[in-house]
Structures are given as structure tokens and as C-alpha cells.
């Protein structure tokens, strides 16, 4: 069975600097998709940013950057010139690729609240 | 980008009846819809996987007779919870995996909160 682990229950941050969140996992899949999730206090969840395990290159979108060593299956989270905005709690997650029976079922970390400080 | 809409987004209900809360995908066909559970400042705990037009698979310690799911359409599944205790109060929330989708994206809904009085 696969299990997403995040260590650090709480961060914080001051406005415009860099955080990393961190998240591992456990799986004996070699193909499949890993996520950040946003969970402002709205609490609609968002996606930050997707990495498919099967391509090297990390991904990126804008301020958020990911490192993805597979061979240690961690997979953390920079979020690079924070904003105010970014205060959430952030979930890692962990899916298996579609088709030949698997249904994209999310297995979420336990999460991480990060506060961005003025 | 597609959108799950959940409803009600609030519910307060009296102990022992039932509670129904929908989830519907506005913009594309969901073959399949997972329902979750989120306790305050906690993760998400998936309950079921809702396949249309069969039946609802539930995960281990999840109660099938409490909390039915039912996915009539492709667009559409509900999560009813019967018998409802204040223990069953909680924040529940829908995601939805689009047909053909690729990657498995999934599309999540603004979540439900259910207080049992």
C-alpha cells in the first residue's frame, strides 16, 4: 500500500522569503503522479503543481518548484518570494495512473500549515 | 479549467435524520467521484470511490450503510448520511475524475459542512 508522510505539521515564513515543505512516500509503483494541493481557509482545495514521476526534469509553475528525487521518493515543495496569500495548508498526494483497473485515488499526506508572516 | 460544484455548503441537522449532499461535475463527464472526510486541521480521509452506474466502493471502517452513495449520472453523485450522530459532523468533500483525462487530474468541489445537533 502506498503512504504519504509530511513531517512538518506547522511552518512559517516572512513575506518574500523561501519555504520548503517536505513530503516522502512509500510505494512499489514505478509510474506514477505526485501533487501539492492548497487548502486556504476557504477551504477549497487547489492545485499547486503536479510531477509525473516517469519525467526527470522537476516541475515548476511560477513560484512553486518542486524537488523530486525518486530514488529517495521525496518529493518537497519551494515557494519561492511569499505572499500573504500563500498562507494554507498545503497537502501532499500521491496517485497512481489511470487505466488498467487503478481509478486516480488521491492518497493525501497529513498536511502541512504554513503561515506567511507580514 | 473544469468545476465541481458541491451542495449544500453548509447543513445543520437534528440527530437521527438523514442528510444528503451533492456533487456535481458542471463541464464534463466524471466517470468517477470520490468522496472525502476532513476532520479540523486534518487531512483528508477518502470514504468511497463512486463509479457511475455501480456500485460505490468504500474503504475499510467506512460504514456502506451509514453513508450511501449513489452516482445515477455522469455528472452526478450524492452522499447520504442516515442516522446522523454528532459524531458524523465533519467536512465532507467531493473530487471528480473527468473521462479521458490523461493524468488522473482531479477536480475538486467546495466542500460540505455538516453539523449534527
Known amino acids: 500500500a502506498q503512504t504519504v508522510t509530511q513531517s512538518q505539521p506547522e511552518m512559517s515564513v516572512q513575506e518574500a522569503e523561501t519555504v520548503t515543505l517536505s513530503c516522502t512516500y512509500d510505494t512499489s509503483e514505478s509510474n506514477y503522479y505526485l501533487f501539492w494541493y492548497k487548502q486556504p481557509p476557504s477551504r477549497q482545495m487547489i492545485l499547486v503543481i503536479r510531477q509525473e514521476a516517469y519525467k526527470q526534469q522537476n516541475a515548476t509553475e511560477n513560484r512553486f518548484s518542486v524537488n523530486f528525487q525518486k530514488a529517495a521518493k521525496s518529493f518537497s515543495l519551494k515557494i519561492s518570494d511569499s505572499q500573504l496569500g500563500d498562507t494554507a495548508m498545503y497537502f501532499c498526494a500521491f496517485m497512481k495512473p489511470t487505466g488498467s483497473g487503478n481509478t486516480g485515488k488521491l492518497i493525501f499526506g497529513q498536511g502541512t500549515t504554513l503561515q506567511v508572516k507580514p | 479549467g473544469a468545476v465541481v460544484s458541491q451542495h449544500p455548503s453548509r447543513v445543520i441537522c437534528k440527530s437521527g435524520t438523514s442528510v444528503k449532499i451533492e456533487c456535481r461535475s458542471l463541464?464534463?463527464?466524471?466517470?468517477?467521484m470520490f468522496w472525502y472526510r476532513q476532520f479540523p486541521k486534518q487531512s483528508l480521509m477518502l470514504m468511497a470511490t463512486?463509479?457511475?452506474?455501480?456500485?460505490?466502493?468504500?474503504e475499510q471502517g467506512v460504514e456502506k450503510d451509514k453513508f450511501l452513495i449513489n452516482h445515477a449520472s455522469l455528472t452526478l453523485s450524492t452522499l447520504t448520511v442516515t442516522s446522523a450522530h454528532p459524531e458524523d459532523s465533519s467536512f465532507y468533500i467531493c473530487?471528480?475524475?473527468?473521462?479521458?483525462?490523461?493524468?488522473?487530474?482531479?477536480?475538486f468541489g467546495e466542500g460540505s459542512r455538516l453539523t449534527v445537533l
Open positions: 463541464d464534463f463527464q466524471a466517470t468517477t
Open positions: 473530487s471528480a475524475h473527468s473521462q479521458g483525462a490523461q493524468y488522473g487530474e482531479l477536480f
Open positions: 463512486s463509479n457511475e452506474g455501480s456500485k460505490a466502493t468504500y
